[in-house]
């Protein structure tokens, strides 16, 4: 089983930044792919981001290139989701998630394990 519980969530102005934390227990959490997810009520969850095993290879989704960055640290079991230059449309609850594969998935159905979720609003 693998336990994941976000942190770091809050209100920011646009043009502002924030840092999310998914601190992860888990004997198999090196092993595993992380991915950021994003909810706003009425649409479905849409991915943000993603890293593989050892944190050589990251995704993310148009939305988000250049401004957001993921990364893990495996020796704290914890991945993190740095996201700048916030703009409104931004504003959602934020999931960690994590799956035992390889390979990257961008959907929400590809992902067994999640968070809680945090809350991300940003202002104008």
């Known amino acids: 089983q693998v336990q994941l519980v976000e942190s770091g969530g809050g209100l920011v102005q646009a043009g502002g930044s924030l840092r999310l934390s998914c601190a992860a227990s888990?004997?198999?959490?090196?092993?595993?792919?992380m991915g950021w997810f994003r909810q706003t009520p009425g649409k479905e969850r849409e991915f943000v981001a993603g890293?593989?095993?050892?944190?050589?290879?990251?995704s993310y989704a148009d939305s988000v290139k250049g401004r957001f960055t993921i990364s893990r640290d495996n020796a704290n079991n914890a991945v993190y989701l740095q996201m700048n230059s916030l703009k409104p449309e931004d504003t959602a609850v934020y999931y960690c998630?994590?799956?035992?594969?390889?390979?990257?998935?961008?959907?929400?159905?590809?992902?067994?394990?999640w968070g809680q979720g945090t809350q991300v609003t940003v202002s104008s």
């Open positions: 998630a994590a799956r035992s594969s390889a390979r990257i998935g961008v959907t929400q159905y590809e992902y067994v394990y």
């Open positions: 888990g004997r198999t959490f090196s092993s595993c792919t």
């Open positions: 890293i593989s095993w050892s944190g050589g290879t990251s």
